[in-house]
């Protein structure tokens, strides 16, 4: 089984300030993605990395994938009560199923 | 409509209760899953149908029991429950002739066993 750690586990911060979320295996996995859920709905890809040592953003998004392919990162930049949720992180290995971490549950009070 | 589409919402049921959850993707996608959701635990992977056949069954109990009749329709069938199954029911679907294995989800159906 290949376990994903997520942490913080619970974070709470204020509009504007800065935070950057961790995932973190000893497996090597093909691809990785984030997904942020909001309460009451599903989750929703944000966005996957394949290549090791790649950097996505997306508007005040940044996700890295480790050079190692075992780890990313989530930085948000200045967030905004929008940005309030659980953000998950899936690992892709020998199979296309994705095997999901605990979350990390956000929240950005205005 | 919206991609994959779950239902129903919530659901509220006895122990001795049979009933079914059902989800329905508009995605054209091949494959299709079952995963559970519940609180301060990692998304559990429960059933996953690739062109309408099973592939993976997580050891799963066989009060839950699973229904693909076509590449478009999942069901989840559910027969004398635990209150431990009380949970977020989440169904997703993803085209799996790539290997990233991106999901799209549904929003869930919120299971109550009382």
């Known amino acids: 089984t290949q376990l994903l750690e997520q942490s913080p586990q619970f974070l709470s911060i204020q509009e504007g300030e800065n935070l950057t979320v961790y995932c973190n295996s000893s497996?090597?996995?093909?691809?990785l993605q984030w997904y942020r859920q909001e309460p009451g709905e599903g989750p929703v890809l944000l966005v996957t990395v394949v290549t090791g040592g790649e950097v996505k953003k997306l508007k005040r998004l940044t996700f890295q994938f480790g050079d190692a392919r075992k780890d990313s990162s989530l930085h948000i930049t200045a967030a905004q009560p929008g940005d309030t949720g659980l953000y998950l992180c899936?690992?892709?290995?020998?199979?296309?199923?994705?095997?999901f971490g605990r979350g990390t549950s956000l929240i950005v009070h205005p | 409509e919206t991609g994959v589409t779950q239902t129903p919402r919530h659901l509220v049921m006895g122990m001795t209760n049979k009933k079914s959850l059902k989800c329905e993707q508009h995605?054209?996608?091949?494959?299709m899953y079952w995963y559970k959701q519940s609180a301060k635990k990692p998304l559990e992977l429960m059933f996953v149908y690739s062109l309408e056949e099973r592939v993976e069954n997580n050891s799963v109990p066989s009060r839950f029991s699973p229904e693909c009749p076509n590449s478009s329709h999942l069901f989840l069938h559910l027969h004398t429950l635990q209150p431990e199954d009380s949970a977020l029911y989440l169904c997703?679907?993803?085209?799996?002739?790539?290997?990233?294995?991106?999901?799209?989800f549904g929003e869930g159906s919120r299971l109550t066993v009382l």
């Open positions: 899936a690992g892709v290995g020998g199979s296309y199923i994705p095997t």
């Open positions: 497996s090597v996995f093909s691809s």
């Open positions: 997703a679907s993803s085209q799996d002739s790539g290997n990233t294995g991106e999901l799209f």
């Open positions: 995605l054209g996608h091949n494959a």
